[in-house]
């Protein structure tokens, strides 16, 4: 499986953007798939996470603003950030591992190379 962020970009602050991420190739369904972000200088950081059937866990500072969904027959995840905060522009990565998901990011085998998030005061 190889991943492909989209939908990155500057935004102000209160505003929203759908992140996407195509997965081609290799057996989806049966990959959980996970959304991480990183600032420059810090360590990359867990966002939310969905399994192949709608098992969903979010970090608490995504909680009630972001909704990880995904398509099985597109291949396809997403996750649409609402409220959008300063402290929310970072690196934006999709990130795939077999079935179970996980807030660790040493969990995940594969990455995409990121979209970036700006958001303006």
């Known amino acids: 499986v190889q991943l492909d962020e989209s939908g990155g970009g500057l935004v102000q602050a209160g505003g929203s953007l759908r992140l996407s991420c195509a997965a081609s190739a290799g057996s989806f369904t049966s990959w959980a798939m996970g959304w991480f972000r990183q600032a420059p200088g810090k360590e990359r950081e867990f966002v939310a996470a969905?399994?192949?059937?709608?098992?969903?866990n979010y970090a608490e500072s995504a909680k009630g603003r972001f909704t990880i969904y995904r398509d099985n027959a597109k291949k396809m995840v997403w996750l649409q950030m609402n409220s959008l905060k300063t402290d929310d522009a970072d690196v934006y990565y999709c990130a795939g591992r077999l079935r179970v998901i996980s807030t660790n990011e040493n969990m995940y085998n594969k990455w995409g190379q990121g979209t970036q998030v700006t958001v303006s005061s």
């Open positions: 969905i399994n192949w059937s709608g098992n969903l």
